[in-house]
């Protein structure tokens, strides 16, 4: 079992940055691909990063590609997405996930454990 505990939302301009924060319990934190997704008003859930147990591979949506960085710590068991160049469309409730197997899955369906999210705002 692992729980999740996100931090770090927030209202934020344009241009602007934020970093959210996510720190696990549980035994299994070091043994699991981490993910953040994210969920705007009216639209399906979409993984917008992921990260390996180890921290050695990431992958980024297209629409954030150079604006944000997925990193880990597993020593304090947290994962974190540090977003710049903040944009509108950017504004969402940011979801931290624990996959359930290696290799970077992209599908919500292959991760079984999740936070409660944390409201992120972008204003123009």
């Known amino acids: 079992q692992v729980r999740l505990v996100e931090s770090g939302g927030g209202l934020v301009q344009a241009g602007g940055s934020l970093r959210v924060s996510c720190v696990a319990s549980?035994?299994?934190?070091?043994?699991?691909?981490m993910a953040w997704f994210r969920q705007a008003p009216g639209k399906e859930r979409e993984i917008v990063a992921a990260i390996s147990k180890m921290g050695g591979s990431t992958w980024y949506t297209d629409s954030v590609k150079g604006r944000f960085t997925i990193s880990r710590d597993n020593a304090k068991m947290s994962v974190y997405l540090q977003m710049n160049g903040l944009k509108p469309e950017d504004t969402a409730v940011y979801y931290c996930a624990a996959a359930s197997r290696i290799g970077l899955p992209k599908s919500a369906i292959d991760y079984p454990y999740w936070g409660q999210g944390t409201q992120v705002t972008v204003s123009s």
């Open positions: 549980g035994e299994t934190f070091s043994t699991r691909d």
